[in-house]
Every structure is written in C-alpha cells, then in structure tokens.
C-alpha cells in the first residue's frame, strides 16, 4: 500500500487544513464569492454608477460628470411610470394566471397521480423547458398573428397586451409548478384524512387545510413569474404590438439611442421592485420554500 | 420653385451651422460654406498609402448592402471580393443609425455604411477616420453633387465614399387597402381607416416623417426642415405620431419583421424601404411601394472607416470594391436606390434602372429629406430659435409609444 511519508507537502497542507477551518473555509468559499461580489454585486454597483452619468447626445460618449438628472426622469416623467405601472401590473397578471392554473396541476402531481404516473408528469411540465425560449415566442406570435390559429377560432386581439400576458403566462408556468408540487408533496396525506375524519368536506379541506399550507409555496412560485415577466422584454418585442415594458426601454436606450446611463437608471426601476417583493415574500414565509 | 430652392439652400445652411454647433466657439452665424469653419474632429490620420491586405475585414452595413448568397444564394457580392483580395469578410447588419453608432463604438468594425445622421455623429465621436479618396481608385466616378457633401465631409476632406441614396416609401397591400394611397396621410390624418394595419419605423428619426406631413398640410406651423423643429413644432409632430399610435400595429426596425408581418397581413400600410419590398414581394405578398405626394424623408449613405481599424487595408479595398460599377450596380437594383457611382448605370440588369431612380438626377437628389441628425441650432437658419435636439427626439419617441 502506498502510503504518504510522514513529512510530504500534501500530508502537511492536509494536517494544516484539519487544524484550521478558517482555511478550509476560505477555500470553500473564495471562488464563489469572488463572484458574487465581483461580478454580481459589481455589476449591480457599476449600474448604479452609470445610473449617475450622462451623455452626449451628438457624439453618444459617455460623460463622467455627476448628475440625479436620469433617476429624476425616471421617477418624475409620466411615461416611464406609465411604463413601470404597465410592466408591474402584467407581471402581477402572469403571476395570477398561473398560480390559478398550476394550483389544481400541482395537487393532482402531488396528491392524485400514482407513484408510476407522477415522475412522467413532472417530466411533461418541464418539457417546454427544452425548447428554446425564441421558438416558442414565435410560435405564439403565429398564433395570434392574422391567418393564425385565434383567427380560425375567432378574430385575434393581433399584438398587444393579452398576447404578452398569454405568452408569459405560458413561459413561466414550470416555474410556478414546481414550487407548489414541492411545497405540497410535503404536506402529510394525514392532514387531509384527518380533516375529512373531523367532518370537513373537500373544500373545506382545500380552503383550511390544503391553502393555507400552499401559499409560501405559491409565493415563492410567483418570484420566479414576476421577476421573469418583469424583466422580460424579448416576448414583449415579439408578440407586444406597440407596447413597451421597462426591458425594451432598457433595450432601446442602450441599442437605439446610445444613452446608457438613462438605461441604468430604468434598470434600477425593476431591482427596486424586486427588493420590495421578496421583502414581502420574506415575511409570508416563502423563502423557506425555495 | 420655392420649396426646392430652399431644399439645396438648407443643406449649406445646414452644414454651416452643424459646424458652428460642433465648434468650440459660440458663434451661431450661418454664413460658412459647407464644412468649412468651426468644426474640428478629432485629429486622425488617414490612410497614406495601401499596403497589402490583412486577410481579413469586419463589416457592419445595413441589411442588403454587403449581400453574401446567405440570404439569397443568387445576391452575393461579398465572396467575388473575398476571392479577389483575399480578405475574409464578417458582415453584422444593423437596423437604425443610432445602432450603428453603438456598435461603432464597440471597435469591432472596421467599416460601415453610414446615412447622414450618423456619420457627422461618428466623425464627431473620433469613431471614423478620414478617408484618403486617392486611394480608392473608384472614387473618381461618383456623382459629383453627392462629394464634399455635408454629412460625409468636414472641411473638404472627405470621411467616407459616397454609396447610394433613396427615399423611404409607403408600402401597402394591394389586396386589402382600396384605393392605392398617394400621400402619407394614409398613415397620418385617414389612419383609422386601417386601424390595428398601420407600421411605422420603430427610431426617433422617424418624427421627421411626420415633419415632413406637416410642412406640406399645415404651412401655418412654418416647418421649413423636418429635422429643424422648435418646441411648439416639435410638439405638433409627437401629436400626430401619438393619434397614428392609436392605429398602429407594430413599430418595426428590424426589416424581416415587417416583411412577415405584410405577408401575414397584421400590417397593411406603412413606410418602408424598397429592398423590403423586393423582399416580400419575392415571398409573394401582394405589396406595392410608392413615392407619396408629399415626397419623402430618405438616406444618403457613406461608407466609412473606423478610426482604430485592425484591417486598414482591407478596408479601403472593400469600400473600392463596393462603389466598383458592378458591386455598385448589384447593391442598387438589390436595395433599391440610386448607385453613387454613375458608371454602375451600365452594369444593372435592368437599362432603365438608373432613370427610374434618378441617379444622376441632381435636381431630384437634392428633393429628398436626407436623415440628418437634429441639433439646437435649427438646421433650417432661422437664430430666432432653438431647435430641438436628437435627445429631445429621442425622449419624444418613447412618450409616443407610451
């Protein structure tokens, strides 16, 4: 058997490492939070710095010097609160729709389905998973696009909000799915039955039982499909008609008007929010769910 | 006439205070010739003498100007070049000046074909390099009323070679829009008619479309230039967009976009360029192009390149390559504008090619509204005023899409 001299450099830094776990913390964790706080944080910083720049508008070169002109517009000008109200409330919208729609999905995963059927199901929600996000974009594009499948049916709406909310709706519903399948896999078929043994019928069961135990599950479910939907502006280009979302002013400020700074601080608009509704989502208990 | 008369009087104009406005000095007096005073770019040598080709180039150019059988295997003047230089070329197309102007930015390109407003913007940001015209022996044969001109020039020395021009059209479907337009009030004031139909060019320069409608319908607003707008104009112009807003389907700037949505039939009216239409004709929508009453808003290009260009060489040998009477003659009967080089007349398929697009038509080149970048200093000579500038534009094109 092979084993490492007393005195051999590995044997020494691995005694070296059992002494300390201050070491062996640090190598743990240097890489990882190297990047967080580089590339993540950083990023975040730099945004925020940029936020605070402005530029030429003849020459598009960014100038250094020190200005709350961008985030006073962003907070101040009409349109872009028309456009973050927009934004929140299609957000808020998807969100809604799919909690609706994956509430009944996720408790007949978790509760009805038979062990053999239950992995296969899951599988089937993660599906669209696989295709690319374009594709299926376009693929509802075509649906609501004229000769598309709603004008066989009925007259399509055409482009516009009610087709952003159906195509978000439908991008994100895997992400709503799997929280609340795991969030109610966990609750104990004991409960039902005992619900049931205490003379409640099936909807008093869901109502205070089944809900009330669900709902972190949910919330955390709607992080994925708000922060998604709010951010989102592919789709919106896509099927959105003239609608702008606070993506495609982002998009549009740095692509077409070379006016980064005023993109930053746009950008700061959807973290603003975010920061806010997992601060609420905190205090409704979904963080544990994740 | 009057008006044309003050067309080709508002491009010295023009010029004159583009200088004065880029200049350090505060002086605002139109009285220079094109280029001529005020304005000092950034100092960047040109190019002295050719050496051999670095093997390689990167292109960014409008979408069917640096064509290499990708799209069309029948539309290819980039391999010939390649075969004939040796350079291998990258082509990465764009959709709007400011895009370009971006992207110019990123010092990945070594040339681009640029329209007026943004080249003064590229020359002015030290992003384009003057150009040594001894160098390109095609040169010689360009349109002279498209040299020294005040969008590719400064001083007299010229920053890129002269390309093409044309005018934006009004494009509808033949099937669904009775009778055929013959003004942009189809797309204006009588929208509704086709509300949920309507397109419309997804940038801020296109608030010079609705500039121009109104300088022609509503004289008492005492629009003379549609890029030169003072508040109250300017104002009048982001009305007009916001009712047509109401009835339009999709802003587009990405122009396979607006092909598939004119052969879907999401949009049957819109303003258009004309190699869009050769292409959606080619997928059999039943489309037509016209130049409405009103005249039009349109582009004059300039191929420029980069300052810190990695493949100088290359370079101008593309841009020989591209204004060559062939390439030339190929790149304009595929787009659709008049070729800058008058010899590509006798190259095109098509013997009256050059007439329907008047390319040798001074008079007519001078009629058209060449984007150009908007500055406070009205463009159109009036001191009286301030005019509105591209960042005001830009601001006034988000609020009109709401």
Redesign the interface.
Known sequence: MATLPADSPRRRLSARLTRSPRSRLALLLTAPLLWLGLAYLGALAALLVTALWTTNTFTGAIERTWTFDNLSTVLTDPVYRAVTLRTIGVAALVTLIDAVLALPVAFFLAKVASRRWQPLLVAAILLPLWASYLVKAYAWRSIFGGGGLLDWVATSPGYGLPATVCTLAYLWFPYMVLPIFAGLERLPDSLLEASGDLGARPWRTLRTVVFPLAFPAVVAGSIFTFSLSLGDYVAVEIVGGTKQFLGNLVYDNIGAANNQPLAAAVGLVPVVVMVVYLFLARRAGALDNL | MHTRSLVRGTAVVAAALLAA??GTSSSTSGTAAPGASGFTPPKIAQLDKLGTGEGAVSILAWPGYAENGSNDPKVDWVTPYEKQTGCKATVKTFG?S??A??LM?TGDYDVVSASGDAS??LI???DAAPVNTALVANYADVAPFLKDKAWNSVSGQMYGIPHGWGANLLMYRTDKVNPAPTSWASVFTDASKYA?KVTAY???IYIADAALFLMKTKPELGIKNPYALDSKQLQAAVDLLKAQ?AN????W?DYLKEVQ?FK???SVIGTTWQVIVNTAVGEKAPVKAILPAEGATGWSDTWMIAAKSKHPNCAYQWMNWIVSPTANAQVAEYFGEAPANVKACEQTTDKSFCDTYHAKDAGYAAEIWYWS?P?PQCLDGRTDVQCT???AW??AW??I??
């Open positions: 406005a880029c709007t400011d895009e102007v971006t930015k003064l913007r002015a940001g030290g949920g997804d940038s801020p807003k339009v389907s999709e802003y700037s949505s879907s039939g999401n970048t500055i500038d591209y960042s830009t601001r988000t609020e899409k709401g």
